[in-house]
């Protein structure tokens, strides 16, 4: 069974900003979800490819049998190939940045117990050589975008990889680049690079809310972060911040600005919202749905447990009708006089499926041409989201959805 330490690397950015999250969460059992198992498999493809062309510990023949055996797992998909593929090239892309050929490791267990109590983690791949360090992180997933700019977990990884080589390296190592790759989601990985100085101020930095968190006397402290939250739903603290209606009905908002401008409107406010107070709105209403959701999920999940939740009960949700023999069903239609072009839809399959099918030198070779990427639809997301503000003329903006991201 894997060890986990109880302040994991990868929620690091949780429990730096709710430090009474670790031990909360350890009452909860952890649960795998599918997208888990796929990431899981992703990595495994990757470190197998890393293995294979930078070290001598696999053969061909070991590594062809090794990946025949992932790809017989039901997750695993083509998109895999090519997204390992992906990580692979950058990976490639920074060896070559070296005066000489570094060292390249995959999974590697780093240990950082002088920043975390008993914080140990394995990074997918960790490169070295020069003045450098590389640590090289691969994101299966699509739905959170993972950014590298200060990021812990990768900033964790540096710190225990520092340790690590610090008896062959010495102090030749001066500066720490950190690259997150997420191919399903972004083009081109995301880095930071630091200094070794930086990097060891920052450790220094979070010593004490690591000892916080580690101690037990944490504070309970509600945000995005809560997201991953093992116990999110029954987290009393999140609850009491979504004392929602209170808040929207006195806007009471956080900053001192707002409330500067409540004491200014004195019980007068007036009937129209500003700008100002819309955008605190959105923000307070993005972390309200999230929050309805989870309680929402938990309630079914209980209610189907034959627990209780007063006031609601689990329903059967819509349904579509379905065939149950697609071929029977077609054969009776033409049966009945109806000519087969009408019965069947002749489709072209998706660019993804087509990609797969053809492999993608092929694929840009033959239909390249055919394929463009039209400007995504104008999307709301916060001031803080990585990606750069959406720029067209007004025109551009017919037809703008609703979508928030
Ligand atoms: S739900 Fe949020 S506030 Fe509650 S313990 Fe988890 S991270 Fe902290």
Redesign the pocket.
Known sequence: MTKHALLSASAAS?WLK?T??PR??AQFPETVSEYAEEGRLAHSVCELKVLRKYTPLLTQRQYTSQLNKLKKNALYSDEMDRTSDAYLDHIAEKAMSYASPPLVSAEVRVDFPDIVPEGFGTCDCVMVGGDTLDIIDYKHGRGVPVASEGNAQMRLYALGALRKYAPFYGESIRQVRMAVVQPRLYDAPTSETITVEELQSWGDSIKPLALKAYSGFGD????D??RF?R??AQ?R??ADAHTALEDFKHLVLPTAENQARRSEAAGDAPAMLTHAEIGDLLTRGKTLLAWYTDLAEYSLGAILKGEEIPGWKAIAGRSNRAFTDHDAAAAAVIASGYDEALVYDRRLKSITELENLMGKADFAEKIGTYVYKPPGKPALAPASDARPPYSSTASDFAGVGNAVT
Do not use: I, N, S, T
């Open positions: 949780r709710c009474a999250a909360y969460e309970f402290v509600p945000g972060h809560c939250c116990g999110k987290c603290a999140r």
